[in-house]
């Protein structure tokens, strides 16, 4: 199959009619098409389209996840509100959180919600970016089925556990910080797997101590309780890999605590017996409305100018230009906006398999 480019037009079309075809209600399918979207259009492979059928659809197929949202408030202050997903889209239940959260910021400068019970909501970043639209911080986290090993560890115990900050800036894009607490994450090396690329060393710990690069034997291992991915720092105190274990820590407590929801190893996704079973996730959510400090247009102006600084400060020999957070994902955005996206093989098949299931009227450009 050719490699061509997909315009955003037809991707969002067909990506909503195959949640459909699996049940998914219309307006929520838009929801997970656009977040799903939003990770290929910054640029994040290992959680747009390549997640579309193994993480969604599959899951949907198996039964451990529902395609109906049903959402339930089970407790709720003026500005908290613990929230049960009930095993349905996560990103159903990341959108409405985060709505809820930047309600309740609207109308009393903070807002926060704990959700529990969810399924895999795809990009953190979209939803610290619907805050930072408002001109709000937006602060997201989520735990995750076990990955990485704690600092003097081999054993898969913590998610990938992001912490994800969204703040508005007078710039064209948000800052938007938006990264794993392990160095690299379990999608990522999914992505690698698919094109028969290996992990770079030091990324993953074997049951030996010793670093994996294998991508899919990494995958397999991961999966078996044989390998755990470092945590940010890398293994063992020396360069500081105890911060990132305890940042995946915090997220993991976050995750969990404040709505009695699961946490470490009860996050596998397999039962007693072996068989594959709903992961019962947890997020939390978290909306500042800046305007209930000095206002929203001058903490944008402050922000933007912090920003600015830091990128028009001394560069390395060599190094062209400095980013900061969001940026490279705005300019990957303005390259793809008119020329689409480009699938790798594996997700094409994919796209022709839903398709073929689901007897859509779709035809594709990498079919010519």
Same mark, same amino acid.
């Given at each position: 199959? $050719?490699?061509?480019y997909?315009?955003? &037009?037809l991707?969002?079309?067909?990506?909503?009619?195959?949640?459909?075809?699996?049940?998914?209600?219309?307006?929520?399918? #838009?929801?997970?098409?656009n977040?799903?979207?939003?990770?290929?259009?910054?640029?994040?492979e290992s959680?747009?389209? $390549?997640?579309?059928?193994?993480?969604y659809? +599959?899951?949907i197929?198996?039964g451990i @996840? #529902?395609?109906?949202?049903?959402?339930e /408030?089970i407790k709720?202050?003026?500005?908290?509100?613990?929230?049960?997903?009930h +095993?349905g889209?996560?990103?159903?239940?990341g959108?409405?959180s985060?709505?809820?959260a930047?309600?309740?910021?609207?109308?009393y400068g903070?807002?926060?919600?704990?959700?529990?019970n969810? *399924?895999?909501y795809? /990009?953190?970043?979209?939803?610290?970016?619907?805050?930072?639209?408002e001109n709000?911080?937006?602060?997201?986290? !989520? $735990?995750?089925r076990?990955?990485?090993a704690p600092?003097?560890?081999? &054993?898969?115990?913590?998610?990938?556990?992001?912490?994800?900050?969204?703040?508005?800036?007078?710039e064209?894009?948000?800052f938007?910080?938006?990264?794993?607490?392990s160095?690299? @994450?379990r999608?990522?090396i999914?992505y690698?797997?698919?094109?028969?690329?290996?992990?770079?060393?030091?990324?993953?710990?074997?049951? +030996?101590g010793?670093?994996m690069?294998?991508? !899919?034997?990494?995958?397999?291992?991961?999966?078996a309780g #044989?390998?755990a991915?470092?945590p940010?720092?890398? /293994?063992?105190e %020396?360069l500081?890999?105890?911060?990132?274990?305890g940042?995946?820590?915090?997220v %993991?407590i976050?995750?969990?605590?404040? @709505?009695?929801? $699961?946490y470490?190893?009860?996050?596998?996704?397999?039962? &007693?017996?072996?068989?594959?079973?709903?992961?019962?996730?947890g997020h939390?959510?978290i909306?500042?409305?800046?305007?209930?400090f000095?206002?929203?247009?001058?903490f944008?102006k *402050?922000?933007?100018? /912090?920003?600015? %600084?830091?990128?028009?400060?001394?560069?390395?020999?060599?190094?062209e230009r400095?980013? !900061?957070?969001? &940026?490279?994902?705005?300019?990957?955005?303005?390259?793809?906006?008119?020329k689409?996206l480009?699938?790798?093989?594996s997700?094409?098949?994919?796209?022709?398999?839903?398709?073929?299931?689901?007897?859509l009227?779709?035809?594709?450009?990498?079919? +010519?």
């Open positions: 199959m $050719n490699g061509h997909i315009g955003w &037009e991707l969002q079309n067909f990506l909503v009619d195959a949640f459909k075809g699996y049940g998914v209600p219309e307006e929520d399918a #838009k929801i997970c098409t977040i799903l979207l939003e990770s290929d259009r910054r640029g994040i959680h747009g389209c $390549n997640r579309f059928k193994p993480i659809i +599959d899951r197929a198996d @996840q #529902k395609p109906v949202t049903e959402l /408030i709720e202050t003026r500005t908290t509100a613990v929230v049960d997903g +095993d889209m996560g990103q159903v239940v959108y409405r985060m709505e809820l930047i309600e309740k910021a609207r109308e903070l807002g926060m919600v704990a959700a529990r969810s *399924t895999h795809g /990009i953190a970043g979209y939803y610290a970016t619907m805050a930072a639209k709000m911080i937006g602060i997201t986290g !989520t $735990n995750a076990p990955s990485i600092t003097f560890g081999v &054993e898969n115990m913590l998610g990938t556990n992001p912490l994800t900050i969204g703040i508005p800036t007078d064209d894009f948000s938007v910080l938006d990264c794993a607490t160095i690299t @994450q999608g990522k999914e690698f797997s698919r094109i028969n690329k290996d992990t770079p060393a030091g990324m993953v710990v074997g049951r +030996d010793e670093a690069t294998d991508s !899919t034997q990494i995958l397999k291992d991961l999966s #044989k390998a991915l470092a940010l720092g890398g /293994i063992g %020396e500081g890999g105890y911060k990132g274990y940042y995946a820590t915090a %993991e976050l995750s969990a605590a404040l @709505q009695g929801g $699961n470490l190893r009860m996050l596998t996704g397999v039962d &007693e017996r072996g068989n594959k079973a709903p992961y019962h996730l939390f959510f909306a500042i409305d800046t305007e209930a000095i206002g929203a247009e001058p944008k *402050t922000a933007g100018s /912090i920003l600015r %600084e830091l990128r028009a400060s001394a560069r390395a020999p060599g190094q400095i980013y !900061t957070a969001g &940026e490279k994902e705005y300019l990957i955005w303005l390259e793809r906006r008119d689409g480009m699938l790798n093989a997700v094409q098949k994919d796209f022709i398999a839903v398709r073929d299931a689901l007897k009227p779709y035809a594709f450009p990498f079919e +010519d």
